[in-house]
């Protein structure tokens, strides 16, 4: 009889192999049910077996594949309705989502997650995604699905925010502040966490993500059209998450030939820790973020301003947003686009006389726009000063050259016959007439001056008609750029 060395029981002994047994069958059986299984190799120079680890085959990343297939989707569905596939324009990416300071700031909020899945091409969304693919499949492992979900969003609207502090005018989309996230966690679970990696892929690991994060930075400073402040902050965000949250699988070596053993066994277990992490991840820095975002405001307070009245006019409160644009410059607001939107907004409600002072403040910054020219004289003649008007849009004529808009030669014939000189008058409006033949009042102010040119009695001529709405010169994409 033998006896066991687990248990201390007696056995029989018998063996059929060159080693007597050391364990009764009852130990042995549940020894090899609980024993991690190995591979033997062939025997090395010391003629002594060698040990692979069989570390159990890590779960699809079903989590990264979806995201990866909602980019592609958006993307698909731009080029489908039209957008161009190679180099999508700004306002193209805005329309689906992007990230623009003062709509973001003045309500839009939505748009810090959605710009994350909005791309700038092609070139733009495959190298995101491959980046994606290679980072994300291990983190999405060692965090789980649900965790991993949740910093990826955290760490891309946080991004997003950081953003549209650093450059609120700016049209920001594309995935690679989240992924940028999913790099500084991959890195601080690298350095700070202990997971089932060997010291040799630790090492590559690390110079790769490093690799990855060094080279990305220095190759947005020195482009200039990548959005480092972004990526910037993904990082920052995805880090310290990284940091705070444990991983879902943490692992013990019991012997040099154990395999790693997963923590906690029970599969139940697992998915509550895992959603417990999920829901700290989802409120904790959903808190943190929306105090972001508040601070951002605040310091940004024109920007927001300004896409609070682009909004009120969209949904047609003109005179609300006139009141917020005339507070925003009140408090000293440094933001370009407010002046321009407000004179444009007065004169498309008829009020020339408090559209010039924030018209000339907005030339006073840039006087080689034209646009603005062009408003400017309109505001001029509204207000009664012909003369300035004259030279203003004398200005626009000449930018024009050959071929001078109708709007601005009317403009030019009223401010003619406003100042008695109806031999110019007449032949500009009926130019402009010619020209626009749906312009009524092009024909009511060319009988106002043919009468006048003919010293007939003002009491029976009809008033000069400057119809404002139709003179304002506005951007196709008018009020989000004036």
Not at 136 to 150: D, I, T, V, Y
Not at 202 to 231: C, E, P, Q, W
Request: with cysteine; charged share 15%; net charge neutral.
């Amino acid at each position: 009889m033998a006896t066991c060395a687990t248990c201390g029981r007696d056995f029989s002994g018998l063996s059929f192999g060159s080693a007597p047994g050391t364990e009764c069958r009852e130990c042995r059986q549940r020894r090899q049910m609980t024993a991690p299984p190995v591979e033997v190799l062939p025997s090395g120079p010391q003629n002594a077996p060698q040990f692979k680890l069989a570390v159990p085959k890590p779960p699809a990343p079903v989590v990264t594949n979806t995201i990866i297939a909602i980019n592609l989707a958006v993307y698909l569905a731009m080029c489908v309705s039209g957008v161009s596939w190679i180099e999508p324009s700004s306002i193209d990416a805005l329309r689906w989502g992007a990230d623009f300071g003062p709509l973001t700031l003045g309500g839009e909020w939505w748009r810090l997650v959605t710009s994350t899945f909005v791309h700038f091409g092609l070139l733009h969304i495959g190298f995101n995604m491959w980046c994606l693919y290679n980072l994300g499949r291990s983190l999405e492992f060692l965090m789980g699905r649900k965790a991993f979900a949740a910093t990826y969003l955290a760490s891309g609207v946080c991004g997003s925010v950081v953003s549209i502090c650093w450059h609120p005018l700016d049209i920001g989309a594309g995935a690679s502040g989240a992924i940028f996230g999913v790099a500084g966690t991959f890195a601080a679970y690298l350095f700070l966490k202990r997971v089932a990696i060997s010291p040799q892929a630790m090492k590559r690991t690390r110079n790769s993500i490093g690799g990855f994060i060094v080279y990305n930075l220095a190759f947005g400073a020195v482009v200039g059209r990548i959005d480092n402040s972004a990526h910037l902050g993904g990082l920052i965000g995805g880090a310290i998450l990284g940091a705070i949250v444990p991983p879902v699988y943490r692992f013990r070596v019991r012997d040099p030939l154990a395999a790693p053993i997963r923590l906690p066994p029970n599969q139940a277990e697992q998915e509550a820790h895992a959603n417990r992490i999920a829901w700290g991840i989802i409120f904790g820095s959903g808190i943190v973020l929306a105090a972001l975002a508040f601070a951002v405001k605040t310091a940004r307070a024109p920007y927001a301003q300004y896409g609070e009245a682009v909004s009120l006019i969209t949904s047609g409160r003109t005179t609300q947003a006139v009141a917020v644009l005339r507070n925003s410059l009140s408090r000293g607001a440094k933001m370009p686009l407010t002046p321009l939107l407000l004179g444009e907004a007065l004169l498309d409600q008829g009020n020339p006389k408090d559209a010039a002072a924030p018209l000339e403040a907005a030339l006073a910054s840039d006087s080689t726009d034209m646009q603005s020219t062009q408003n400017l004289a309109l505001a001029y003649l509204g207000a009664g000063n012909s003369e300035q008007a004259l030279r203003e849009v004398a200005k626009v004529i000449a930018s024009e050259k050959a071929a001078p808009g109708w709007d601005a030669v009317f403009i030019r014939g009223l401010a003619e016959g406003e100042n008695n000189d109806f031999t110019l008058a007449i032949p500009d409006l009926e130019a402009a007439r010619q020209a626009n033949p749906s312009l009524a009042e092009a024909a009511i102010d060319f009988t106002r001056f043919q009468g006048l040119a003919n010293r007939e009695p003002e009491s029976q001529l009809p008033p000069l008609a400057i119809p404002y709405s139709k003179l304002v010169v506005k951007s196709d994409v008018w009020p989000i750029f004036p």
